[in-house]
């Protein structure tokens, strides 16, 4: 009986751990060659996996629900269709083994930072693991091994997680301050203002009143909120805005957009053109097309650009144009097509979104004059596009003012305070709006 082993696929480089969603067969049936066999899920994309043979489905290690480290057997193919294995709670002692340990090992929060030789062993010795997500706070926060042992872990076999770090980083904080002001005279301490931390977010107790419904979050909605939450504790929001005249863009569009459906199949909006503006500006304002590390800034080379795309499960996803600047504006538009339309019917890859360095959110879609969003982490900066309007605009002509009817729309720029002052996130909005505003309304694509 020949049988072949299915693993848990990497989808990405950065992805460590993949959930089981759903799976589509059970032990005993027979499958063949790009077969659905299952539905998995990670913190960026959810994907169907196909069989890569014909068969029958021998044994299957891992049911749903199931988190499980990628290149992991899930399950056993007999490409020459024998008799099915009964299932069996204990999976084969190797396979069970490893599959143990590295399940164990798996947490909620994926990191692309890999521990070091000497943090490993050091992990062995002591008999206790931390993931890649908590080594990366504890070097960004300068802790020694010795703390990391010293805290309370609240996951499996009192894995330290990463909630338990941000609190003893926050006690000790707190601790410090405490101390700093006991030990300043009193004199002193009436000039100086001594930073201490804010008190723990008390729970907040919900009451539920006949007839209200509740509603579970979905995986998406809960990766989401944690991650709003995260942009919000690290970033320095401050949001700039401004209103630019489109009218030359609408005309053009008003012009072009039977043609170019009827030569390309497929539609032609506003956004491409706002897309090649922003990357005009991007290449002018460079600190805008950046990341924070610590105390390091990194400017990045590739111009990545993040559509927020809104879903019909009412969630939000962020596909990403890699090297946006390279393409002309047909090229800009039929990308945009494609991830927005790959968004939409669930066929993005794991690489579909990740990797932007600054993403643009279009609250013009829903008729929504201006926004504030959150800047989608670790960029600094979003760009947020609002509805066009038709408005009465004073107009300036050879021969006097006069009054006129033309399309305005606010553009919103969302940065981090922490690097990005007001005057350059200021000066970045107003060359965009110029971009927007010179455009040449005879221009053909």
Same mark, same amino acid.
């Given at each position: 009986?020949?049988?072949?082993?299915?693993?848990?696929?990497?989808?990405?480089?950065?992805?460590?751990?993949?959930?089981?969603?759903?799976?589509?067969?059970?032990?005993?049936? #027979?499958?063949?060659?790009?077969?659905?066999?299952?539905?998995?899920?990670?913190?960026?994309?959810?994907?169907? #996996?196909?069989?890569?043979? &014909?068969?029958?489905?021998?044994?299957?290690?891992?049911?749903?629900? *199931?988190?499980?480290?990628?290149?992991?057997?899930?399950?056993?193919?007999?490409?020459?269709?024998?008799?099915?294995?009964?299932?069996?709670?204990?999976?084969?002692?190797?396979?069970?083994?490893?599959?143990?340990?590295?399940?164990?090992?798996?947490?909620?929060?994926?990191?692309?930072?890999?521990?070091?030789?000497? *943090?490993?062993?050091? *992990?062995?010795?002591?008999?206790?693991?931390?993931?890649?997500?908590?080594?990366? #706070?504890?070097?960004?926060?300068?802790?020694?091994?010795?703390?990391?042992?010293?805290? *309370?872990?609240?996951?499996?076999?009192?894995?330290?997680?990463?909630?338990?770090?941000?609190?003893?980083?926050?006690?000790?904080?707190?601790?410090?301050?405490?101390?700093?002001?006991?030990?300043?005279?009193?004199?002193?301490?009436?000039?100086?203002?001594?930073?201490?931390?804010?008190?723990?977010?008390?729970?907040?107790?919900?009451? #539920?009143?006949?007839?209200?419904?509740?509603?579970?979050?979905?995986?998406?909605?809960?990766?989401?909120?944690?991650?709003?939450?995260? &942009?919000?504790?690290?970033?320095?929001?401050?949001?700039?805005?401004?209103?630019?005249?489109?009218?030359?863009?609408?005309?053009?569009?008003?012009?072009?957009?039977?043609?170019?459906?009827?030569?390309?199949?497929?539609?032609?909006?506003?956004?491409?053109?706002? =897309?090649?503006?922003?990357?005009?500006?991007?290449?002018?304002?460079?600190?805008?097309?950046?990341?924070?590390?610590?105390?390091?800034?990194?400017?990045?080379?590739?111009?990545?650009?993040?559509?927020?795309?809104?879903?019909?499960?009412?969630?939000?996803?962020?596909?990403?144009?890699?090297?946006?600047?390279?393409?002309?504006?047909?090229?800009?538009?039929?990308?945009?097509?494609? =991830?927005?339309?790959?968004?939409?019917?669930?066929?993005?890859?794991?690489?579909?979104?990740?990797?932007?360095?600054?993403?643009?959110?279009?609250?013009?879609?829903?008729?929504?004059?201006?926004?504030?969003?959150?800047?989608?982490?670790?960029?600094?900066?979003?760009?947020?596009?609002?509805?066009?309007?038709?408005?009465?605009?004073?107009?300036?002509?050879?021969?006097?003012?006069?009054?006129?009817?033309?399309?305005?729309?606010?553009?919103? =720029?969302?940065?981090?305070?922490?690097?990005?002052?007001?005057?350059?996130?200021?000066?970045?909005?107003?060359?965009?709006?110029?971009?927007?505003?010179?455009?040449?309304?005879?221009?053909?694509?």
């Amino acid at each position: 009986m020949a049988q072949f082993e299915l693993l848990m696929p990497k989808l990405g480089e950065s992805i460590e751990v993949a959930t089981i969603t759903k799976w589509f067969v059970k032990v005993g049936d #027979i499958v063949n060659d790009d077969d659905i066999l299952l539905e998995i899920a990670t913190d960026k994309v959810d994907s169907e #996996i196909p069989s890569p043979v &014909s068969g029958r489905i021998i044994k299957i290690l891992y049911n749903q629900d *199931e988190s499980v480290p990628v290149q992991t057997v899930i399950a056993i193919i007999d490409t020459e269709g024998g008799v099915a294995e009964p299932v069996s709670q204990e999976k084969d002692s190797a396979t069970a083994d490893v599959g143990k340990q590295k399940k164990e090992e798996s947490v909620q929060e994926e990191s692309t930072v890999q521990s070091t030789d000497q *943090e490993k062993a050091r *992990e062995e010795s002591s008999g206790r693991y931390y993931s890649p997500l908590v080594r990366r #706070i504890a070097n960004q926060e300068g802790l020694t091994h010795s703390d990391l042992a010293s805290m *309370e872990g609240t996951g499996i076999n009192s894995r330290v997680r990463k909630q338990d770090i941000l609190n003893y980083l926050k006690n000790r904080h707190t601790e410090h301050s405490r101390r700093t002001a006991d030990s300043t005279p009193l004199s002193e301490q009436t000039v100086t203002a001594v930073p201490t931390a804010l008190p723990p977010k008390p729970k907040i107790s919900v009451s #539920i009143s006949a007839g209200d419904e509740i509603i579970e979050m979905d995986r998406m909605r809960k990766l989401i909120a944690e991650h709003m939450i995260m &942009s919000k504790q690290i970033s320095a929001h401050v949001t700039n805005m401004l209103e630019a005249d489109v009218t030359e863009i609408v005309l053009w569009r008003n012009r072009i957009k039977d043609e170019f459906q009827k030569r390309e199949k497929e539609k032609i909006t506003y956004l491409p053109v706002f =897309l090649e503006a922003t990357i005009k500006a991007l290449k002018d304002f460079p600190m805008i097309n950046a990341s924070v590390d610590h105390d390091r800034i990194i400017l990045r080379k590739r111009i990545n650009l993040g559509i927020a795309v809104a879903l019909p499960s009412g969630n939000l996803i962020v596909p990403v144009i890699k090297d946006a600047d390279q393409y002309n504006l047909l090229g800009l538009t039929k990308a945009l097509n494609k =991830l927005a339309d790959n968004a939409r019917n669930n066929k993005l890859g794991p690489d579909d979104i990740q990797g932007g360095t600054f993403t643009i959110t279009n609250f013009g879609t829903f008729r929504n004059v201006m926004g504030t969003p959150i800047i989608n982490q670790p960029q600094v900066a979003i760009l947020a596009i609002g509805t066009i309007e038709k408005k009465p605009a004073v107009i300036e002509t050879s021969t006097g003012d006069i009054i006129g009817i033309r399309h305005k729309m606010f553009a919103s =720029l969302t940065y981090d305070h922490r690097i990005i002052d007001g005057a350059y996130g200021g000066a970045f909005l107003r060359k965009l709006a110029d971009y927007l505003e010179g455009f040449d309304g005879s221009r053909n694509i």
